[in-house]
């Protein structure tokens, strides 16, 4: 039929454009929805660009903070404090920069003692005070480049290696106050030989660890004398403190060089007198700060240049203050007080001569005493032993006298020669 033929092809083209229809919307949404890649590697598997032999080693684990120990990652300090701890502990979080390991019991420092990995890069303070540490070894602060401050005070050491401080970063304060050993440890060099030694061997190691040194705290040592080359080693030095010692005297070239000093503690020490080697090195720093409290000063004629100084120097603080110890007539009399007519030698020794000559005179008495008892006890012996030597000294004079009248009677003078009598 003429009418069917007509709709066939009609209804033909309407199924095609249906067709391309659905296959425009099923390409629009294949491109609109995310493709997976047909060859994606498993993912536990490494990148195909990098292989699994030559990954990267994974970074160093970061040391967590210690059992006994406080830790503030935000203040960067680590606080290990009156925890009785014997050796210094293994793992420390390299963030630290302020390091506390007081009052515990670290007898000793071995060499290495602070190395580890990764290194405390950060750490600039390290307080070792009250550890009761006996003996530093050498290279106990290996590894410790950006070390500044560091303190030992309070601990008995008798044993401080000269390389005890070559390892560390270029140090700006070193606190050793109260250091000394007790006088009866065995092996005990004294602190002056041992301060000595490590100064030198620092200021001469390839880092120069304390030619940087601003602040040495010495105090309550019974140093009896100062290394002689103190300024040339330190030449950096602004603080030194010095007070409650035993010094006599400064010694001539202690102080030489340290032009840049700026406060000198030498209270509670033996000083009698300044000579003018001292004097002369400390006009050179010009903004020194000196304090002399507290030392028997002995206002006698050798004290005449010094009080020349005190009277013009604006170095010395509290001046007014400081007194005679010795002589007695003068104790207790201010410095800046005295007149050329007061400063004379007296003969008399001071007290701590007059007690010498008290303790001898005692001694011989006592030797005295004991010689008489020994006497006493054998008065017999010694009795008998005088009658003999009396009776031989009687005949030997006897011999003597016969012999002389023989001598002097020329009737006797043929008997002498002719018969035996």
């Excluded at 050498?138 to 590894?143: C, K, L, T, V, Y």
């Excluded at 007149?339 to 003969?347: E, I, M, N, T």
């Amino acid at each position: 039929m003429p009418g069917g033929r007509a709709r066939g092809p009609a209804a033909g083209a309407g199924r095609l454009r249906l067709a391309r229809l659905a296959l425009l919307l099923l390409g629009w949404a294949s491109a609109s929805s995310p493709a997976a890649p047909a060859s994606a590697p498993p993912a536990s598997a490494p990148p195909p660009s990098v292989p699994a032999a030559a990954s990267a080693p994974p970074p160093p684990r970061a040391a967590r903070c210690p059992a006994p120990c406080e830790c503030s990652e935000a203040a960067r300090t680590v606080k290990c404090v009156n925890r009785n701890l014997t050796e210094v502990p293994a793992e420390l979080p390299a963030y630290v920069r302020t390091l506390f390991l007081t009052g515990n019991r670290l007898a000793e420092l071995p060499a290495g003692a602070f190395a580890r990995r990764p290194p405390l890069a950060e750490l600039a303070a390290l307080n070792l005070s009250a550890n009761r540490l006996g003996a530093v070894r050498a290279g106990a602060f290996e590894r410790l480049p950006g070390l500044r401050q560091l303190d030992l005070s309070h601990n008995p050491l008798a044993d401080l290696s000269p390389l005890a401080f070559a390892g560390p970063g270029p140090l700006e304060e070193l606190l050793l106050s109260h250091v000394a050993a007790p006088p009866d440890a065995r092996h005990n060099r004294s602190l002056e030989r041992m301060l000595a030694e490590a100064l030198r061997a620092a200021a001469g190691a390839p880092g120069r660890a304390l030619r940087g040194l601003r602040r040495l705290e010495l105090a309550g040592n019974r140093l009896l004398h100062l290394p002689r080359d103190l300024g040339a080693l330190l030449p950096g030095l602004r603080h030194l403190d010095l007070r409650n010692n035993s010094l006599v005297s400064l010694g001539a070239g202690a102080l030489r060089n340290l032009s840049l000093l700026e406060s000198l503690h030498l209270e509670d020490n033996a000083l009698k007198v300044l000579h003018n080697a001292t004097l002369a090195e400390l006009r050179a720093p010009p903004r020194l700060a000196l304090f002399l409290d507290d030392n028997p000063w002995v206002c006698d004629c050798h004290m005449a240049d010094m009080l020349a100084w005190l009277r013009e120097t604006d170095a010395v603080r509290a001046k007014a203050r400081l007194a005679c110890a010795f002589p007695e007539k003068l104790r207790d009399r201010r410095l800046l007080e005295l007149g050329s007519a007061d400063l004379d030698c007296d003969p008399v020794p001071p007290p701590s001569l007059q007690t010498s000559y008290v303790f001898l005179g005692i001694v011989l008495a006592l030797i005295g005493a004991i010689f008489l008892l020994v006497l006493y006890l054998n008065r017999k012996g010694i009795k008998k032993w005088l009658h003999n030597i009396r009776d031989a000294c009687r005949d030997h004079m006897e011999g003597y006298h016969y012999r002389y009248e023989v001598s002097a009677d020329p009737r006797l003078t043929h008997l002498g020669s002719n018969s035996d009598v």
